[in-house]
């Protein structure tokens, strides 16, 4: 195919802009920053795989980068999850998410020339919105966006099914830019977004000689590590001790 | 206590995402716009928003500003001219040599994907109903597309894949079909579609036939939606070249980017409408087939077009390109999100500083320095 060189600039700079901030996403999720690229080069080559699930009564298929990979993550989540309390958040911002995108295919328009956001961002942050709001959690967030388009997509093949109609259900089928993945990206971003104004809001992270470099590495140094803190803090007045400690257990 | 207030603000939040709830597509009702001096430029399907841009028949952008009722008011913003998008000779430069052998590859044949993100829709005086839900009339449009452009020696890659129901998830559902479309590398990808307006607004007579005529439809926000509204003007001037009044116009509608951002020559066609037959919507996208080879670089002697330079990304004579102004959009959005961010979450532009710097430093370190062993990189456990 032949491209002018802008054509072709875009393209790579799009890819590259795309992936690194799915990269950044993905490091947040107990990867290392190794790992998430190795996850997307995972999610790339796996978006030339389709299993076939079910031929009858409709076709049913699952792409290996754009649902399967992503979803065994946020599985994953879940069980590396540090309480009972956080994976009930997730799984419930995951069925939550699932029905706003039923109510939302059912209700929201659907021409061109009457939708005014793209489907995509909606359900990326109605997930961001609703996985913050029921555990204030990024990881809950990739979770609600990633499960909740995956379980969207099984409510939709039911509804063909009872419902009679002919189709077909390929989860994850555009395999790296898939709605599950791109969901799962800005529900994680939206969650930020609002999680950082919030604590901006409330009053925003210490500032002053003594702030630590990083809060949520800080914060993780603290739990694991308090002497370390000690060493590094001894100013610090014991009021804006515990005002970090705090902020620092709500950044799951 | 607190998980009910959730549950109840997200419910919230979707009622507020539906301000349009439900609307009734095939009750007559469409958007007339109009412009300051009353006079009707442009019709079509409904739901017209303040903002959003149209180009008509003959050339003339508008953007609406006000809206009363089914009349839509819309402000001129100024003739397109369509005469730097016609394909003509490149100009010679050393990057147009070094890409000619490139381009010179493409020269006849050529692969065009067509799919239909709403697989029901259908032609009631031809089809006996506007919508059959898996079976619409829209794929005898496509495969009428498809016989056309094979006469002209490019290969067709239909693809009969369902999306129904035609809900707002339909473009998502289709995005996956796209996806496998473009693993068999076409040149271009066209995404077919009819419109819900009476019958006059499409009916056209060209060369002795009746027709219906086709409008484009552009994403104006998706990722890529400058280079694709390139791409837009350059089928009108090619069409209006070809088959003057074969092109409706091309509407710029805000709500999504239509899978535009997965194939530089993405395109959403709607031949007709409802009203329309299918037959003269059958013959519209047959005439429609003649401007492809053009537009694909085929017809000319390089796959360049010309306005847009050699290299694709401007000229000093027609200004940047579109392409040109996505990559600067991309970019501009990155650095001022990340630039956002940084100051959201660290509440000055000295530490914003400093975060950034210790970004650049420490984040890389991990995939670019030799693996640690033992002792944790304090940057590994960053959640």
Request: aromatic fraction near 8%; glycine fraction near 12%.
């Amino acid at each position: 195919m032949s491209m002018p060189l802008g054509m072709i600039a875009l393209l790579v700079i799009g890819i590259l802009v795309y992936f690194g901030l799915a990269q950044r996403i993905l490091d947040r999720m107990r990867l290392t920053d190794k790992q998430a690229l190795l996850f997307i080069g995972a999610m790339i080559v796996g978006s030339f795989i389709d299993i076939p699930v079910m031929r009858e009564p409709i076709e049913v298929t699952i792409n290996v980068g754009g649902a399967l990979i992503p979803a065994a993550l946020a599985i994953w989540l879940i069980f590396k999850a540090d309480e009972t309390a956080e994976r009930v958040r997730a799984v419930l911002a995951s069925i939550l998410v699932a029905v706003a995108v039923w109510l939302g295919s059912r209700y929201l328009p659907y021409e061109p020339e009457n939708m005014f956001l793209d489907p995509k961002l909606i359900y990326g942050i109605a997930a961001g919105l609703i996985a913050y709001l029921a555990g204030r959690s990024r990881r809950s967030s990739f979770i609600g966006g990633v499960l909740g388009i995956v379980l969207s997509d099984v409510v939709h093949m039911v509804t063909l099914i009872n419902a009679g109609i002919p189709g077909r259900t390929a989860m994850g089928g555009a395999g790296a830019f898939d709605v599950t993945i791109i969901a799962g990206i800005v529900a994680v971003m939206f969650a930020e977004l609002i999680g950082e104004t919030r604590e901006k809001l409330q009053g925003g992270p210490v500032l002053g000689p003594h702030r630590p470099e990083g809060l949520y590495e800080f914060s993780e140094e603290l739990a694991k590590n308090p002497n370390r803190n000690k060493q590094q803090n001894t100013k610090d007045a014991p009021q804006a001790q515990t005002q970090k400690f705090n902020r620092g257990d709500k950044n799951e | 206590m607190n998980r009910f207030i959730a549950l109840l603000m997200a419910s919230l939040l979707i009622l507020a995402m539906s301000p349009a709830m439900a609307s009734e597509r095939y009750d007559g009702v469409f958007f007339t716009i109009v412009d300051e001096n009353g006079n009707v430029v442009y019709m079509t399907g409904r739901h017209v928003k303040i903002g959003d841009q149209c180009i008509t028949e003959n050339n003339k952008r508008f953007e609406i500003i006000r809206i009363e009722g089914d009349t839509a008011h819309a402000k001129y913003i100024g003739d397109v001219n369509l005469s730097q998008y016609l394909p003509k000779e490149a100009q010679n430069g050393i990057l147009y040599a070094f890409l000619a052998p490139k381009t010179a590859k493409a020269q006849g044949g050529g692969r065009v994907a067509i799919y239909h993100t709403h697989s029901d829709e259908s032609y009631v005086p031809s089809d006996g109903k506007e919508s059959k839900l898996g079976a619409g009339g829209i794929y005898d449009v496509g495969k009428s597309f498809a016989n056309a452009l094979k006469a002209k020696g490019i290969e067709p890659l239909i693809s009969e894949a369902k999306h129904d129901p035609h809900d707002d998830m339909a473009y998502e559902r289709s995005r996956r079909t796209v996806a496998s479309l473009i693993k068999q590398k076409p040149d271009a990808v066209f995404d077919i579609h009819r419109d819900a307006v009476p019958p006059q607004v499409y009916k056209a007579n060209i060369n002795g036939q009746d027709v219906t005529k086709i409008q484009l439809v552009v994403g104006k926000y998706g990722a890529t939606a400058k280079q694709i509204e390139d791409y837009a003007l350059k089928i009108k001037a090619a069409a209006d070249q070809k088959h003057p009044g074969l092109v409706k116009g091309i509407f710029f509608a805000k709500g999504g980017d239509y899978n535009q951002d997965l194939h530089p020559r993405s395109m959403l066609l709607e031949v007709g409408a409802h009203t329309n037959t299918k037959e003269a919507a059958e013959r519209g996208i047959a005439l429609f087939a003649d401007v492809v080879p053009s537009v694909l670089g085929q017809a000319s002697q390089s796959g360049t077009p010309s306005g847009t330079g050699a290299t694709g990304m401007g000229t000093t004579q027609s200004g940047p390109s579109g392409a040109a102004k996505s990559i600067g959009w991309i970019l501009g959005l990155l650095v001022v999100g990340g630039g956002a961010f940084l100051l959201l979450s660290t509440g000055g532009l000295k530490e914003a500083g400093a975060k950034l710097k210790q970004f650049t430093s420490t984040e890389f370190a991990n995939f670019l320095g030799r693996i640690k062993r033992g002792k944790k990189n304090p940057s590994d456990g960053r959640e």
